[in-house]
Nanobody, 114 residues
Framework: QLVESGGGLVQAGGSLRLSCAAS????????MGWYRQAPGKQRELVAT???????NYADSVKGRFTISRDNAKNTVYLQMNSLKPEDTAVYYC??????????WGQGTQVTVSS
């Protein structure tokens, strides 16, 4: 199970930190990611982090967002700075584990007002 938290309403230019807690023993050997889906749009990749802490970002968030993980807490984070109205979306946590395991969280709403 993946449980996201930290979403909310923020003004443009503000910051939020999303957290995703995983209740599984395969967390440390899994890649983790954040995706988002805005109304009327397809779900898109925001950032991923491998089990060895290699991070990858969508061009739209590079330099503003930072993904990190704490294997001792089975938690992945997304620090979002300099938020823009176009960052408004439901943000989903993803676990991409061994043997084809793929989990999704329930999503957390992020709304950025102009």
């Amino acid at each position: 199970q993946l449980v996201e938290s930290g979403g909310g309403l923020v003004q443009a230019g503000g910051s939020l930190r999303l957290s995703c807690a995983a209740s599984t023993s395969i967390f440390s050997i899994s890649a983790m990611g954040w995706y988002r889906q805005a109304p009327g749009k397809q779900r898109e990749l925001v950032a991923t982090i491998t089990k060895s802490d290699s991070a990858n970002y969508a061009d739209s968030v590079k330099g503003r967002f930072t993904i990190s993980r704490d294997n001792a807490k089975n938690t992945v984070y997304l620090q979002m700075n300099s938020l823009k109205p176009e960052d408004t979306a439901v943000y989903y946590c993803n676990l991409d584990g061994p043997f084809g395991s793929m989990w999704w969280g329930q999503g957390t709403q992020v709304t950025v007002s102009s």
